[in-house]
Structure formats: C-alpha cells, structure tokens
C-alpha cells in the first residue's frame, strides 16, 4: 500500500541545516495498523506529514499503491488527501463553528456528495464511534475524548485507504486514550488501514507493527505477538 | 499537448463541477462562520457597513440635492414646466394675448400666467425727508405686474407670504414686496444690492417706473429661496398698466404648467406647432435652465462621488481588516481544512461570502434607512440653506451604481485577506508555526 523509499527531510535554520529523516524506508501494507514511536524529536512526527503530503520530503519517493504521489501537482495532492486519506490530529483540529455532524460531513460535501447522502454517512461514521447522540454538538460542549472520536469520524467518514494519527492520544487522560485506541482496533479489524505517531510505548503497542525511529532513522520494528503468532 | 475536444469539454465540466463545489462549501462554511459568531461583533461590522452605505449615498445625495433644491425652487416659483420669453433683440412678447389663449386652450395645459416687466425704483423716507441733501431711502429693483389668480395657480406665490396679506385682483395702490428688498429680511448692503430701511406691512412707499411715481403701500412680504422673486416689488396687473403707462397687452413672461404625468417636451412642441415661436422663445425648464446650474449639480454630484469614494476606501480597509483578523485568527482551521482537502478556493470562496454577506446586510439596512426615512423626511423637511431647500437626491439608478461599487470594494476587500492567510504553508498553519 504505502512503499516509502530513502525518505530525507532537511530543515533550514539560517546557515545551518538540520536533517530530520535520514533516507528512510518504510512499507505499509494494506489493512495493517502500524505505529510509529520514538523519542521526542526522533522524526516520527515529520515521517507521517511527508507520508500524508501535508508536506514535501526533499529526497526520495512515496509509492502508494504503485502511483509515487510526490510527483502530483498541488491541486490533485489535495484531491489525494481528501479522497485517500483521513487525518487525526493531536488536538482533535475540529472546526469550532460545525456540529459534530457538519465536521465529519465536510470533506463529504468537498467531494461533491449530495448533502442529505453526507448527512448519512457521517451519522454512520458517528455511530461507529459511538457519539450519535451528539450529533448536534459544537466542539466546545463536548470532552477531549468525544472531540477525538469525532475527528476520527471525520476521517472515516469518506472511507479513505489511509487513516493518518497524529499523537491521537496525547491530550487524554489514560481512561479516554484507552477507549481511542479501542476505536483505532475496531476499525482496524475492519480492514483499515492505519498509520499512528505516539510517544507512549504503550499505546503504540496496540498496533499491528511499531516502528521506532532515532534521530531520523528507523531504530527497530516490532510484530506484535498476534500478528507474529497470526 | 494536444488536447482532443472531448478531454477539452471534460476539463471545462470539471472547471464547472469544481466552482459549483466551492461555492457549495463555501457557503457552507460562511453561513455557520456568521452565524455562530459573536452577535455584537456581526452587529459592529453591519453598523460600519451601514454607514458605509449612507455615507456613499447620503453625502453626494445632499450635495447635489442641494442645488436640486434650489433648481426645483426656480421651477416651482418662477419658470415652471414651460417659459414663454421675448425674442432675441425684443423686450416684449408680441401677440401675447393670442399665445396665451392659445396655451390655455391646450388640453394638457392646467394653467399658465403671464408677468409685465420693468426696471423701476421704489423709495421709503420720502416724508422724513427735509433736506435735499438728506439720503434717499430708495432701491433700484425689477417691478412685475402679475395676473394674481394665474400667478396663484401656476406657482401658488401666497404660501411664501411672510407677512401681511396677498393680492387681490381689484386691490388699488397695494403692492407685495420681495424680503431681499427690506435691511430687516436681508441685512447685508452690498453694491447693487440695496434694501430699504425701517419698512414694514401698511407702510407708505413711492414706486417710480418710467418716470410715473405713485405711492403704494405694502399689503405683504414675499420670501423665498428664489432671488428673482425676492428681489421684486408685485403688482396686480392692471394697476401696472396704469402705472407703467403700457397701452398694448404684451407681456414679458408666461410661465405655463403642465398637468401631471405630461411632457413638458409634448406641450412645448404643441406650442411651438400653432405658430407662438415666431413671436416668442419656447422652451421647457430644462432647456431653459442656466447652463451653470447643470454645471453646478455635476460638480457637487463629483465633489459627493469624491467623499463617497474616501468612505468607500474606509469600507474595503474596514472589510479586509475584519476578514484578515477573522483568518488570521483562525489560521490554524485554515490549515486543518486545507490538511483535510478541503480546496483553498471554497476556503477563499466562505471568506469572500462573509464579506458580501455583511456588505448585503448593511446595504439593504441603509436602504431601508434612505428610501423609508431619510428621504421622505427630507423632502418633507428640507435642510434649510440660504440659498435654496436643500433635499436628499437619492434616485434607483445611482443608488444601484453604489451598490455595485460597494459589492465589488467588499468583495475584493474579503478576498484579498483570505488570499494572504489561505496562500500560508498548510502544515506551519496546522502546527501554528
């Protein structure tokens, strides 16, 4: 699915440059639910904005499904995240004036679905995360827990090949994190595929695979025991 | 690359597609964006708008309105639809009673009135004076012979009676005079502008006209914003016959009014058609309308368009402030919605709507404000200037015309902020870098 080959990321800082991923490999098949953990400043942050295209690596090149989506122009890498990827961010990154409902119908509507057809699917998407009863809600009138579940309806709600999680869990309180990353299993289980940023080992281990990145280069990868047994 | 036609009929459907999808979401985004914003800050920026509006509409309306108050003074008071005068070289309007029953016969005439001319003196202190050498109280003016009912009826002069009492047909020895004849009405003693001093209703004055003196007294007193009017001393027709010595019916004006929703243009040209323009000028008050007047109202429309224009650049700069706060603040979102594929034209597309919608807003306030209140009050209570009734000048057309300018300064005003922040790096954005 994903095929991500000798990755290098360089940041300018007036005459120096920081190399932040060092020609890195990486292979995300279809289905799995890899997560990506590392110290503080290990790269693993920047490795998921250049797998998303929230932003450009300046080497190297990201296969997706045999297509290498680096070498699109602007207007269709946005098209490519709006129809091939869904996006959690570490502070649920709701729009404040959309109802839980109209959040997770927007990228819907941007794909040209008819309103009453968005409607349904994100009162689905809603559902699978359990928070139809609040459909009407604004962000603020809803806990830290409810917003990122409803961020994570926002991104399956187009059913993307890709969800992409930043940090999903780093703003809730072990008990919220937990009940997350129940959902990240569930859909999961469902075949979607997954790619999690988290610094909390034991979070990541929830996933199928953890990869551990150290300054800018894969440290170690890890099979969980169900996988590896499976 | 070649295209063929039907890759070129695809790009143009997905060009369509893809502003009906901006549009869509951008309206989507615009309507919750206002409507679960702060009321009163909604509220400030329609005030603003509304102000906008009215300063670009009002200002320029009042300018011009007044010397269109003065211009329609003219009209109402003096010329009326149609002015009948001399030929060139004549003084006199030949066969004027011939063109007179003419005009009154024409079915779309509702009346007309006919004026005697002449340059005459009219003095105050003749009793008071002892010495040869004592100062004659005396002005210099035009002295009209005026049809009372006819003059009545065409521009109803009784109503601008200040003091005293009007003309009757058969009244002897009494005369109406203008208050810019009078020190008590009209203060300022310029040269070629006397008045006389200590002059009131029931005072005995001598009218001198081609060396024939009479003495008269002062049944009323005249003010009006029109000079011509004010400036003359009014007789009854046939006691300035007599005064004036005039042994034919000649007279010098007729001032004709057309009934409602008629053409003055119709009339003149059926004037015109019954042989009167050999003997006379016949034109409408257009026509007839000092070219300075005209001249006068374009300059002020300008000079209204000129302050218009500043309060149209306060508008943009009021607008882009809004917007560019409203996006810089919400800059991270911005980043979100552009993260999750949300195009940067719908983005753009909800911000330009914000302003237009605000803009909609202020505009059908102020003209709600300008047609249902400011314009009938003003016309009901004109700005009293010295020189004329000021009134508010506001017509559909030019209203329009600001509107469209109002539209088109918010739209770019809304746009161009949107441009800044939507154009910034998606992931610095979402990050707040």
């Keep these: 699915m994903i095929l991500a080959k000798n990755i290098v990321k360089k940041y300018k800082s007036g005459d120096s440059e920081l190399v932040v991923l060092k020609g890195l490999d990486l292979h995300v098949k279809q289905g799995e639910f890899v997560a990506i953990t590392g110290r503080s400043g290990s790269g693993k942050s920047t490795l998921m904005y250049q797998l998303s295209l929230l932003d450009e690596p300046n080497d190297g090149e990201i296969l997706v499904d045999g297509i290498n989506i680096l070498k699109l122009n602007n207007k269709e890498k946005t098209q490519f995240r709006l129809r091939e990827l869904g996006f959690v961010f570490q502070d649920y990154a709701l729009i404040p004036e959309l109802t839980a409902l109209e959040n997770v119908m927007l990228p819907l509507l941007m794909q040209g679905t008819e309103t009453e057809v968005a409607k349904r699917s994100a009162r689905t998407a809603l559902e699978k995360v359990g928070l139809v009863e609040k459909l009407n809600n604004l962000p603020n009138q809803l806990s830290g827990g409810q917003q990122q579940r409803v961020s994570i309806a926002r991104a399956i709600g187009h059913n993307p090949k890709i969800i992409f999680a930043d940090e999903p869990t780093a703003n809730l309180d072990s008990e919220t994190a937990g009940t997350v990353l129940k959902v990240f299993q569930e859909l999961n289980k469902e075949g979607q595929t997954i790619v999690m940023v988290t610094h909390e080992k034991d979070y990541a281990s929830v996933a199928d695979r953890v990869i551990t990145l150290s300054d800018g280069k894969i440290l170690e990868t890890t099979v969980s025991e169900d996988k590896f047994l499976g | ?433």
Aim: with cysteine.
């Design chain 2, 1 to 433: 690359m070649i295209l063929t036609a039907e890759e070129k009929q695809l790009n143009k459907d997905r060009k369509r597609n893809r502003f009906f999808e901006d549009i869509k979401i951008g309206s989507f985004l615009a309507y919750r964006q206002v409507r679960r914003s702060s009321v009163a800050t909604t509220a400030l920026i329609i005030f603003v708008m509304v102000l906008t509006f009215l300063n670009l509409v009002v200002v320029s309306g009042i300018l011009v309105g007044l010397i269109q108050g003065a211009t329609d003074a003219v009209k109402t008071l003096y010329v009326s639809d149609i002015s009948v005068t001399p030929l060139k070289n004549k003084d006199f309007i030949e066969n004027s009673p011939q063109i007179i029953k003419t005009i009154k016969t024409l079915p779309w005439v509702e009346s007309a009135t006919s004026r005697y001319l002449t340059s005459g003196v009219i003095e105050a202190n003749y009793k008071k004076k002892i010495k040869q050498t004592d100062v004659s109280d005396e002005v210099g003016t035009i002295i009209s012979g005026i049809n009372v009912e006819d003059e009545e009826k065409v521009t109803h002069l009784s109503k601008y009676l200040i003091e005293g009492e009007f003309l009757k047909p058969d009244d002897n020895d009494q005369i109406l005079v203008g208050s810019m004849l009078l020190k008590k009405y009209f203060p300022m003693e310029t040269q070629g502008f006397a008045t006389l001093s200590e002059v009131s209703v029931g005072d005995k004055v001598r009218v001198t006209i081609n060396g024939n003196t009479r003495e008269v007294t002062i049944k009323g007193i005249i003010k009006t914003k029109v000079d011509e009017i004010s400036r003359r001393v009014f007789f009854p027709e046939s006691q300035f016959r007599i005064l004036a010595g005039k042994t034919d019916y000649n007279v010098n004006e007729i001032a004709v009014k057309v009934k409602a929703g008629v053409k003055p243009e119709l009339v003149r040209d059926a004037i015109i058609k019954t042989g009167a323009d050999k003997d006379a000028k016949i034109q409408t008050f257009d026509e007839g309308k000092p070219k300075f007047l005209t001249d006068l109202v374009n300059t002020f429309a300008l000079l209204g368009n000129v302050v218009g224009s500043i309060g149209l650049i306060v508008a943009s700069i009021t607008i882009f402030i809004v917007i560019y706060i409203n996006a810089i603040t919400r800059r991270k979102f911005i980043g979100i919605l552009k993260g999750i594929g949300i195009e940067s034209s719908a983005i753009k597309t909800a911000y330009v709507m914000q302003a237009v919608f605000y803009a909609l807003i202020g505009t059908a306030i102020g003209c709600f404000l300008l047609f249902a209140i400011l314009k009938p009050y003003f016309d009901v209570n004109p700005i009293d200037f010295p020189f004329s009734d000021g009134i508010l000048v506001a017509t559909i057309p030019d209203v329009l015309i600001r509107v469209g300018l109002l539209m088109t300064a918010t739209i770019i005003a809304g746009y161009i902020p949107a441009r800044i922040v939507v154009r910034q790096n998606t992931l610095d954005a979402i990050l707040g870098r």
